[in-house]
């Protein structure tokens, strides 16, 4: 359906006018640059190319003050001096004559971007912007921003299309202050226990949000730099997905800054340029794909662009490279999203057994390989392997990047050359349980949900064990391949299929084979499209998972833990921390409009 891509030359025409070592990384080369690789990369051309258009005052509205908008139209009138002094009275952002046009095409550009989206015309994009825009506020300025642009593009979009559920990933390295105006606000910030700019108490991970907002506000504070690859995967398995799936979105828009990248000199974070590709990948199944990202800060000229590449690739459905070095998420890590898990688990029934921490063992796990195995005897089953391996050969040579078979019995062998990643998905009579299992051919990992209710009424519990199970499993693991085989009678709907299809696309660069067996006939139409890329249709909001199931699938995290990092949510020396839910002090300088949901 294509992606659209919206950028305009304009938005570098303006700069520091004067000395201020605050602002001076906030230069028109980033767009430049970031544009510039884009078309190297030959991604322009694969694009739709939108155009920007101003925001109207009324567009502005949605979110600032009248009185603010007023001195800020005043701007462009303004002598050097002025300009020096009416910067003054906000926080590490300059003026310029030609700021307030471009803060006008920032805006517009998002807006542009949620119409093109939202009316079909793409099925995501990404707006280049200058100015940025989290920070801005309902009457100040700030960070660099002048109008808050996902801000006024979630009330639009909610305004002009009834959306419900606007989900906001908000990803740059600082904490956005305007994220207040609505539905679910997720941010990840460098914080260092408030010593880091703009060093708010509400940063933290205990500000949830107000009232009827309680529960919609998740705030990740990083209290160290250096934080990886890692430590921004297990967040988004363990805190951000499964919160996003179980609140099911209209539609989902990225505060898309890269200055959590490595070598910024504003984040001095350490994840690689190509965590992007996954972390876009993996919010690309939600709201039914319709994804808008619109860029924020990203200061170091090398990886900011390499940054974007990554993530305007895998919009246009390429498939995400191979994760690097996952070696499990750090001990500061592991304290932020104990404490955040922690916090939200009154308000997300996914999150609600977050902190149980002594597990009695005595729960049994069936053995099902043997019975698996037994397919190897047989000869259909060796035909079977046979134009398995040629389909693996192919993908090897890359000819084809995923492929589906259709056959009776599973060959499930101990002797192949690769890396196989086994989810297995089935219904087994005899005991009665749906059964999910991880074979990395040391250990087999099940999962036993109850067997009386199957697809999709228990699809939420199915989401959790997929999300916080079965993606960092497979991150960590690495596979070279995905093998997912499904049973006719494994009792799991199409729209789950279809969304778990598109999430484990993320590993072995999209190599993916899906075995079904032949009565699972209904499968066909719709199986090809989603190893295709095609977003998975939304799960609808989902009824929280019976209990004993999140407590199974909990028990079972935790005891894989040891041999597992990214299936950690909890340091070593969790038992410390407390978690503190006392303070209800707030400094919001953004009236929070009460979130309607
Ligand atoms: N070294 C955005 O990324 N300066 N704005 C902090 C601490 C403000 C960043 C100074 C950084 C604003 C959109
Ligand atoms: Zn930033």
Not at 81 to 101: A, C, M, S, W
Not at 257 to 285: Q, R
Not at 493 to 503: A, E, I, K, S
């Amino acid at each position: 359906m294509g992606t659209a891509l919206i950028h305009d030359e304009e938005m570098t025409k303006y700069k520091l006018l004067w000395v201020d070592p605050a602002c001076k990384i906030e230069v028109p080369e980033r767009l430049t640059v970031t544009y510039e690789a884009l078309i190297q990369n030959g991604l322009t051309d694969r694009c739709v190319s939108v155009p920007v258009r101003e925001a109207t005052d009324a567009d502005i509205l949605l979110v600032h003050s009248e009185e603010y908008l007023e001195a800020v139209k005043k701007t462009p009138y303004m002598t050097l001096e002025d300009l020096k002094e009416f910067t003054l009275q906000y926080g590490d952002v300059y003026f310029h004559p030609n700021i307030y046009h471009c803060a006008k095409l920032a805006a517009g550009a998002a807006l542009q971007l949620v119409d093109s989206v939202m009316t079909g015309k793409v099925r995501n994009g990404m707006a280049l912007v200058r100015p940025p825009g989290h920070h801005s506020m309902r009457s100040a300025a700030n960070g660099f921003c002048v109008f808050n642009n996902v801000a006024i593009a979630a009330r639009y979009a909610k305004q002009k299309y009834g959306l419900k559920r606007v989900l906001i990933v908000d990803w740059d390295v600082h904490h956005g202050q305007g994220g207040a105006v609505l539905v679910l606000y997720f941010s990840w910030h460098r914080y260092e226990h408030q010593k880091f700019w703009p060093q708010l108490r509400e940063s933290d991970y205990d500000s949830v949000g107000k009232d009827k907002g309680a529960g919609f506000n998740i705030n990740v504070p990083w209290n160290q730099v250096g934080m990886k690859n890692s430590d921004y995967l297990s967040l988004f398995c363990h805190v951000l997905l499964p919160v996003a799936y179980e609140f099911c979105p209209d539609l989902v828009l990225v505060c898309a800054g890269f200055d959590s990248a490595i070598g910024d000199p504003e984040g001095k974070m350490c994840a690689t340029p190509d965590v992007f590709a996954h972390l876009t990948h993996l919010l690309m199944n939600l709201a039914g794909g319709k994804l808008c990202a619109v860029l924020e800060g990203g200061y170091n000229l090398t990886s900011l662009p390499q940054s974007v590449c990554q993530t305007v690739q895998t919009l246009l459905g390429d498939p995400a490279p191979r994760p690097a070095n996952l070696d499990g998420p750090c001990e500061s890590a592991l304290e932020s999203l104990h404490c955040v898990r922690s916090a939200h688990r009154q308000y997300w029934s996914s999150l609600k057994h977050a902190v149980i921490k002594s597990f009695h063992m005595n729960v049994f796990f069936h053995l099902i390989r043997e019975t698996l195995l037994k397919a190897e005897a047989d000869s259909v089953a060796l035909a079977t392997l046979s134009s398995l391996i040629a389909l693996v050969e192919k993908m090897e040579k890359n000819e084809v990047q995923s492929g589906y078979h259709a056959c009776c019995v599973f060959p499930i062998r101990r002797d192949c050359r690769y890396r196989f990643f086994f989810p297995l998905l089935t219904c087994l009579h005899e005991l009665q349980a749906d059964v999910i299992m991880f074979n990395d051919f040391s250990s087999d990992l099940q999962w036993l949900g109850s067997g009386r209710r199957c697809g999709c009424s228990d699809a939420l519990g199915f989401t959790q064990a997929v999300l916080s199970l079965l993606l960092p499993l497979g991150y960590e693991y690495d596979p070279s391949l995905v093998l997912l085989v499904r049973m006719s009678d494994s009792g799991v709907c199409d729209n789950m299929w279809q969304q778990l299809t598109g999430l484990l696309l993320g590993l072995a660069q999209g190599r993916t084979l899906v075995l079904m067996q032949v009565n699972a006939i209904p499968i066909l139409d719709i199986l090809p499209s989603s190893l295709l890329g095609d977003a998975a249709p939304s799960l609808r909001q989902l009824d929280a998972p019976l209990p004993e199931d999140v407590e199974a699938l909990e028990r079972l995290r935790h005891r894989l833990q040891a041999d597992w990092k990214l299936l950690q949510t909890t340091g070593e020396h969790a038992d410390a921390i407390l978690i503190n839910t006392a303070h209800h002090q707030t400094y919001s300088q953004f009236p929070p409009i009460t979130a309607s949901c």
